[in-house]
């Protein structure tokens, strides 16, 4: 018997790879077949891998950590999975089948009831695949937004970055509350190879580089985040990210792109993993 199996081992980041594995886990689905996951090399394992941070419908997904001789396995991953058409609408029902984390690895801050979002990539994404786009120019987006709420979040995955907002608030005297999960060790970004440490990323510590308490926490700092903009009024950010794109298919609020077009095609069937 011919088992579908996606491979978790790569280089690359979490929602890279967590859209990969979407392809799969939809094939799959549509033809009624289980579909085995091997994690135990999966970059970003801390412990047990794939169940540091989701939960495992085993109705659908079934571990392979040793391979059986006797079965047959039909092995997939990054870049590498079934050529069918799915479109964006698609994936968008499916991730809130799978995206389901572990009970009490998150533990949300306190934060007012009402509240915008604004998220910017920072890091080695900035190295070549994006541009860096000012932090002002998300923070004047949202307020051209009717805005109900004096609250904003402010995320990213470099600490600097959420600090040049909360400068540009305090020195500019302006009305409103910045919140954020970051701190110092935040402090240039995230960089999920070695070989990308270089010109601003050059002194930063990589994935590859992390013990797994580091990994472990690395990972769950980014959840949190997208945890708590989940709940936002409206959120800002630029879908040039994996997680960018990731957060507007599974959020339900209002996402928009400051760098382009806002409304996607759910009809598109141009894989997430490589832009809307």
């Not at 987006?141 to 402010?154: A, G």
């Not at 930063?204 to 709940?231: F, G, N, P, R, Y």
């Amino acid at each position: 018997m011919v088992r579908y199996m996606f491979d978790l081992q790569n280089e690359n980041g979490f929602f890279c790879m967590f859209f990969f594995f979407m392809t799969l886990y939809i094939f799959c689905r549509k033809r009624k077949k289980l579909m085995y996951l091997k994690d135990n090399k999966w970059k970003f394992k801390s412990k047990n891998g794939w169940e540091d941070y989701f939960i495992l419908n085993t109705d659908y997904i079934h571990l392979v950590r040793e391979y059986n001789r006797k079965c047959t396995y039909t092995r997939f991953g990054h870049l590498n999975v079934p050529k069918n058409k799915i479109n964006l609408n698609t994936y968008k029902k499916y991730i809130k089948e799978v995206y389901k984390l572990e009970p009490n690895i998150i533990t949300l801050p306190k934060l007012p009831e009402d509240y915008n979002s604004i998220f910017i990539r920072g890091g080695d994404k900035i190295l070549r695949e994006a541009k860096k786009i000012p932090s002002l120019k998300y923070f004047k987006y949202l307020l051209k937004l009717d805005l109900k709420s004096k609250n904003i979040f402010v995320h990213s995955d470099d600490n600097l970055i959420v600090l040049e907002i909360k400068k540009h608030v305090m020195e500019n005297n302006l009305d409103y509350n910045i919140f954020s999960i970051t701190d110092e060790g935040d402090n240039g970004g995230a960089v999920v190879r070695k070989d990308l440490k270089y010109r601003h990323c050059k002194n930063l510590l990589s994935v590859d580089e992390m013990s797994k308490d580091q990994k472990h926490s690395h990972v769950i700092k980014m959840l949190t985040a997208i945890e708590i903009m989940k709940k936002s009024d409206n959120v800002i950010l630029s879908y040039d990210s994996n997680t960018s794109r990731f957060m507007k298919l599974y959020f339900e609020c209002p996402v928009y792109n400051v760098n382009g077009k806002t409304e996607i095609n759910l009809k598109s069937t141009k894989h997430p993993a490589y832009g809307f």
